[in-house]
Structure formats: C-alpha cells, structure tokens
C-alpha cells in the first residue's frame, strides 16, 4: 500500500523536548498534561493495533540509522518507544550519549541567480536607489556583479548558493541591528534604505525551478548543505 508524509526538521534548542513531546504525543507544547497521559499517547501512535494514519515507520539507512537502532522499512513496535524517543534527541543507543552532528554548506552548491536579482532589482528600484550602491565593499560588490551579470546573461543560469545568501543575510543583518534600537552605549544604526523579501524570493525560486521541471530539465543545481 502506498504511504506519504511529511517530514519536518526540529532544530536542537531550548523548545526541542516540547516539540518533540508535541509530535510524539499530539499534546501542544503549552498543554500541562501529565507524564502518564503524554505516554499513552505516545503508545497510542507507536502501539501494536494502532489505525495506519497513526502508526510510525523506520525510515533511513547507514551508519547513523545504525547507532540508532533503526530497522528501515519495519513498522515500529510499542517496545520501540525510547529508540524513538532518543532518535528525537540524537542519542547513541550505545553509549547514552548525544551524537556530535555536524553540517556545513557545501561551497559548490549552486542556485539560481534570477530570483535573487530580480528581488534586490524591483526592491531597490521601489526605493529609489542603485543596487550598486548598496554594495560599495570589495567582496559585496564582486557578489553583486556576479549575481547580476549571471541573471541577465543567461534565464536559467546558477551562482554560487554563498554569493547569492550573503547578499540576502547581509541586509537582514542590517535590519536586525537597525530594529534593535540604541545599544546600552547609546550607539545606533541607520535605518537601510531597502529591505528584501525572503519569502518573496523564495516564492520566485520555487516558480523558477517549476518552470524547469516543466520543461524537462534533467540537471537542477546541488543542495547548499551536505
């Protein structure tokens, strides 16, 4: 029988046990329920007999899957409740401790460029102002022109995922420091004069690689992170 789901990355932080208590029980992390009903529920859903929209699955392979006990592909059982549990966590089931994950962005990822420009290009234009202006630093306005000429030279054409990103986080840094207010030494920053949309360029970008897809492209840019 076919199956789908939906696969959402929790971040570890002071909110990973409510969150991971929210998934595993269905109680919202705001909810004070006992810890005898949060463990039914958590049997319910991992339970021998339970309804398939209910039941849990091992998913994944390798090394990792292995430290975690995992049976990929099994149905888990109500025994299975704590590798669940430290799964969540990133337990060792070895060793009872966290695991050390480590990720980093991959420097060849590629992305496309059109997006990005189009977004500072209709932002800047909306306020009046150059996109060069905004990137008078060595780097920033060597990102700026590769971003731009790569936009306009070629509809499906890629740069690197760091170029395109710093231009981005480099004016939400901006904003960050502006919306702050004075610092406890009185210090300000100056409002920036335009603020890009990410989730407009996100929207762009999804659109784009649609337009791709649609067109029978066999060969889509790397994931930025490995």
Request: charged letters at 25%; one cysteine or more; hydrophobic letters at 40%.
């Amino acid at each position: 029988m076919a199956r789908s789901g939906h696969v959402q990355p929790i971040k570890h932080g002071t909110g990973l046990a409510a969150q991971v208590n929210y998934r595993l029980s269905g109680i919202q992390p705001e909810k004070s329920f006992s810890h005898a009903r949060q463990e039914r529920q958590v049997d319910y859903r991992i339970g021998v007999g339970a309804v398939d929209s209910r039941r849990v699955w091992f998913l994944g392979s390798g090394a990792t899957a292995c430290r975690l006990e995992y049976r990929p592909g099994e149905l888990l059982r109500a025994s299975d409740g704590q590798v669940v549990r430290d799964a969540m966590f990133g337990i060792d089931r070895r060793t009872g401790e966290r695991i050390t994950i480590n990720t980093r962005h991959n420097p060849h990822a590629q992305i496309a460029a059109r997006p990005y420009a189009q977004e500072i290009i209709d932002a800047c234009s909306n306020a009046g102002v150059a996109p060069a202006d905004l990137y008078t630093g060595i780097a920033s306005a060597a990102r700026w022109r590769s971003l731009a000429k790569t936009a306009a030279r070629l509809p499906g054409g890629t740069v690197v995922f760091r170029t395109a990103e710093a231009l981005l986080r480099g004016n939400e840094a901006a904003w960050e420091l502006h919306d702050r207010g004075p610092s406890r030494r009185g210090v300000t920053h100056r409002r920036p004069p335009v603020r890009f949309d990410r989730g407009r360029i996100m929207a762009r970008l999804g659109a784009h690689y649609r337009r791709l897809a649609e067109a029978g492209a066999d060969k889509l840019p790397a994931a930025p992170w490995t």
